[in-house]
Nanobody, 115 residues
Framework: QVQLVESGGGLVQAGGSLRLSCAAS????????MDWYRQAPGKQRELVAT???????NYADSVKGRFTISRDNAKNTVYLQMNSLKVEDTAVYYC?????????WGQGTQVTVSS
């Protein structure tokens, strides 16, 4: 049974930091590229950051320089370190596992940034 369980969301003031975690089970974690997405009310789900099986990272322009994606294969966990948070970062954040040809999604965790 595949599970992706996000944690670490919550309420933070603008300029603050938050670290999201996504713990995976039921997959061979090291063989999966991992993504973080977010979805704000009334908007499409947006790709925020990706990390390949080799640790190569990519970021949306809106978060470049502020967010860092990382993975710990020993813990089957992917992280999203979010610094210098802005009100516009407010969204539900989802992690996704990717392995040809299967994709899995977590349940999402709410991040709210107050001004």
């Amino acid at each position: 049974q595949v599970q992706l369980v996000e944690s670490g969301g919550g309420l933070v003031q603008a300029g603050g930091s938050l670290r999201l975690s996504c713990a995976a089970s039921g997959i061979i974690f090291r063989l999966n590229a991992m993504d973080w997405y977010r979805q704000a009310p009334g908007k499409q789900r947006e790709l925020v950051a990706t990390i390949t099986t080799e640790g190569i990272t990519n970021y949306a322009d809106s978060v470049k320089g502020r967010f860092t994606i990382s993975r710990d294969n020993a813990k089957n966990t992917v992280y999203l370190q979010m610094n210098s948070l802005k009100v516009e970062d407010t969204a539900v954040y989802y992690c996704k596992a990717n392995r040809q040809y299967v994709r899995y999604w977590g349940q999402g965790t709410q991040v709210t940034v107050s001004s």
